[in-house]
């Protein structure tokens, strides 16, 4: 598509539900990124995919978060057992270039993000 | 651990205004720079990238500039318009982490009409 679609953009949890949100990236990107951002702050880095592949899980708060990107496009961003404190917008990001490191310009673009409330 | 700092918090200025917005960072081996808008409910907008062996970079009426040594970035809006009411986030690319940005806490604009 043309931009980086996420669903549902709005979900209500209540305390101890799973929940699953998911990202589609622009088509042919390599890279696929989740951040977290809490009320009236920045996105903080959740994790990252290179294609299929998880490279960076170190921004996942606890072992109730899990990502997965299994055939290397559309990616599902799953809690588990959710807490008050899980309250926030969850963005997905993508980028044409993998992280090759110097020379990479790395055009991101970002989704509108899923505003999850855990009552 | 890199912090990255944008002062003020929030702007509230009248439209035809010029403004600067303040983004600091504690670690200078940054691989780059980057100024985002984002709208309420909606995603980040990268509006200037500046790498870091560059001093500024132009858009239109946006100027960001960077002096790494200093570990400090402006944003420089010119002649301000209510359609330039949003957040500013500044963020910085490691030089030892190519993908992950570090973002600020964002600087509330509203220009009123």
């Known amino acids: 598509g043309a931009g980086v679609s996420q669903s549902p953009r709005y979900k209500v949890a209540k305390r101890g539900q799973d929940v699953a949100l998911r990202c589609d990236p622009i088509?042919?990107?390599?890279?696929l990124f989740w951040y977290q951002q809490a009320l009236g702050q920045g996105p903080e880095f959740l994790t990252y995919f290179q294609n299929e592949a998880q490279l960076d899980k170190s921004g996942l708060p606890s072992d109730r978060f899990f990502a997965e990107r299994p055939e290397g496009s559309v990616s599902t961003l799953k809690i588990q057992r959710t807490q008050q404190e899980d309250s926030a917008v969850y963005l997905c990001?993508?980028?044409?270039?993998?992280?090759?490191?110097?020379?990479?310009?790395?055009?991101?673009?970002f989704g509108s993000g899923t505003r999850l409330t855990v009552v | 651990k890199q912090e990255v700092t944008q002062i003020p918090a929030a702007l509230s200025v009248p439209e035809g205004e010029n403004l600067v917005l303040n983004c600091s960072f504690t670690d200078s081996a940054i691989y780059n720079l980057q100024w985002f808008r984002q709208d309420p409910g909606k995603g980040l907008t990268s509006l200037l990238l500046?790498?870091?062996?560059?001093r500024e970079q132009t858009s239109g009426r946006l100027n960001a500039s960077l002096d790494k040594s200093s570990g400090r970035s402006t944003l420089y809006i010119a002649a301000s318009q209510p359609g330039d009411s949003a957040t500013y986030l500044c963020?910085?690319?490691?030089?030892?982490?190519?993908?992950?940005?570090?973002f600020g806490s964002g600087t509330r604009l509203l220009v009123r009409p």
């Open positions: 500046i790498q870091s062996s560059q």
């Open positions: 963020a910085v690319r490691q030089m030892d982490s190519s993908y992950k940005l570090i």
């Open positions: 990001a993508s980028s044409l270039a993998s992280s090759t490191g110097t020379g990479t310009n790395y055009g991101y673009t």
């Open positions: 088509s042919g990107h390599v890279s």
